[in-house]
């Protein structure tokens, strides 16, 4: 499959609903002409555009990724990270996950088997400044005691397309890593799919529409109530 990020790659999401597309419902989806501009975003192959600091937020979690994952494999016995390509699903929806992890146990056998996702938050405060690695553990310490609910429908739909039954989200600041283990909710991930083939047909009214979203809202509340698994203290470079 195509690397990420590529021409190949982002063929690959015209015309399908991808992982991250879900989150736009969370934040867009105010009034009823927002649902036909989801929609262009959503399915059209016009570039987006982002500013400045969204770019400098992208860059930072791209350059960090790997060191998540150097400490997710130094921390856990028996790890092995996969990287992942783009997963078709369907003809509607498709994947890029960070990663999969295989847990062998200590006969060298598979154990379990996780989708992976990766979180690098807190580099820079909203006006762009940016944080020391000291405050970035601080932020994440009071701001991610939970992982974002509007990551639920994104890690769901990523294992569906693992074929897996549990998520390692990761957290991770140059100082501390914070990490929850999130099992997949077959009722959630049905209620998603009913959101989302609604919002694609556009088969019901705005009202009702809106009504779902924030029901899909308020489950994703409860789906992210998992306490912390695992934080880990270190010291990376950045």
Known sequence: ???????????GRVGRITGSKGGDLFFDFKQESDWDKILAKWFDDT??????????????????????????????????FFE???????????????????????NGQHKEHLNIEIKCPGRYSKNGQEKSPEEMKQYLQKDW??????????????????KCKETLFVAWTPKMTRMWRIPFNPSYWN??????????????????MYSKVDLLKRRSWGVANVPVWKDIYHDSCI
Not at 56 to 80: F, Q, Y
Not at 147 to 160: A, R, S
């Open 1 to 11: 499959m195509p690397e990420q990020g590529s021409a190949e790659w982002l063929a």
């Open 145 to 162: 005691k939970f992982p974002k609910q509007y990551y639920m429908t994104q890690i769901h739909q990523e294992m569906v397309g693992q």
């Open 84 to 106: 992942c390509p783009q997963i078709l699903i369907n003809d509607v929806y498709a994947v890029s996950p960070d990663g999969a992890l295989v847990i062998l146990d200590e």
């Open 191 to 208: 209620l998603c799919l009913e959101v989302f083939e609604n919002f694609r047909l556009k088969n019901i009214p705005f009202e009702v």
């Open 47 to 80: 570039p987006q555009h982002f500013d400045q600091l969204a770019k400098n937020r992208m860059a930072w979690g791209s350059k960090h990724e790997d060191t998540a994952v150097d400490v997710i494999v130094e921390s856990l016995p028996g790890a092995r």
